[in-house]
T-cell receptor, first 114, second 114 residues
């Protein structure tokens, strides 16, 4: 069975602060994919990043960075110098096993205060 | 350019009155999904199509049905909506040729049952 845990339900930061969103996953499969999605108030899920289980390189994209550590089954997401437009719910997700099903975490609501 | 399009964005239906939500895609992806997302919860997979093969999740109520007449279109039919079916319904697609990686989501249809 697959499971994704996002322990942080809500986070509030002041604009320009850095913030890290935690994600811990569980799977018995050796091949799997991890994702982060952003869901703004408008409702659509916006794809941010994909990582496969064989690639532990960390990635940076502008103000966003991701830290994938298989040893701790974590795939954390850091926003540097947060902005009000970053306010959204962020979901971590896992695809493994049968490949079709994506298991989502419960999401972390990020509020960036001006 | 919208790649996964859901219509309508907002749907109000009466208790017990059948309703159909639609999804179309311009990505030519072979897998299409329907997720249900209730307020402050993670998206929950209802079912998916792998090409023409329908795959129902074990806990999806019989009240929910789906049709995929061709690659581009997929419909979600709710035969007798109850108040508990009020939610955001998200359609997504992914491609086998891309190794079953990330799913692309539409903007969702927010269903209200009165």
């Amino acid at each position: 069975a697959q499971k994704v845990t996002q322990a942080q339900t809500e986070i509030s930061v002041v604009e320009k602060e850095d913030v890290t969103l935690d994600c811990v996953y569980e799977t018995r499969d050796t091949t799997y994919y991890l994702f982060w999605y952003k869901q703004p108030p408008s409702g659509e899920l916006v794809f941010l990043i994909r990582r496969n289980s064989f690639d532990e390189q960390n990635e940076i994209s502008g103000r966003y960075s991701w830290n994938f550590q298989k040893s701790t089954s974590s795939f954390n997401f850091t926003i540097t110098a947060s902005q009000v437009v970053d306010s959204a719910v962020y979901f971590c997700a896992l695809r493994a096993g049968g490949y079709q099903k994506v298991t989502f975490g419960t999401g972390t609501k990020l509020q960036v205060i001006p | 350019d919208a790649m996964v399009i859901q219509n309508p964005r907002y749907q109000v239906t009466q208790f017990g009155k059948p309703v159909t939500l639609s999804c179309s895609q311009t990505l030519n992806h072979n897998v299409m999904y329907w997720y249900q997302q209730k307020s402050s919860q993670a998206p929950k997979l209802l079912f998916h199509y792998y090409d023409k093969d329908f795959n129902n999740e074990a806990d999806t109520p019989d009240n929910f049905q789906s049709r995929r007449p061709n690659t581009s279109f997929c419909f979600l039919d709710i035969r007798s909506p109850g108040l508990g079916d009020a939610a955001m319904y998200l359609c997504a697609t992914s491609s086998q040729n891309r190794g079953h990686t990330e799913a692309f989501f539409g903007q969702g249809t927010r269903l209200t049952v009165v």
